[in-house]
Nanobody, 122 residues
């Protein structure tokens, strides 16, 4: 099993900043792509940002230029620096981690964090 621990959410005024952190631990042979998703009230979620093992990144159009995703491979940790926050960024943010338990066939994994609430007041 793999455990993901998220931190860094909270309440902030519009224009402010927050930094989300997600650390993976447990039965990990290798971590591959890491990402942040968010879910505002309602059934749908969206990909916010994703980073690959070679630090290639992609972002939702709504956060480009304001959010930055990064990772520390030695710590199996992914970060999301969120600047110039807007009320529309209010959501529960989830980290998602892909990887492998071993180099044997069919040992890939995909895990979600528990979620952290981000609330941006106007």
């Amino acid at each position: 099993q793999v455990q993901l621990v998220e931190s860094g959410g909270g309440l902030v005024q519009a224009g402010g900043s927050l930094r989300l952190i997600c650390t993976a631990s447990g039965n990990i042979f290798r971590v591959d792509a890491m990402a942040w998703y968010r879910q505002a009230p309602g059934p749908q979620g969206e990909l916010v940002a994703k980073i690959t093992t070679n630090d290639s990144t992609n972002y939702a159009d709504s956060v480009k230029g304001r959010f930055t995703i990064s990772r520390d491979n030695a710590k199996n940790t992914v970060y999301l620096q969120m600047d110039m926050l807007e009320p529309e960024d209010t959501a529960v943010y989830y980290c998602n981690v892909n990887g492998r338990h071993s180099n044997y066939f069919r040992t890939e994994f995909n895990y979600w964090g528990q979620g952290t609430q981000v609330t941006v007041s106007s």
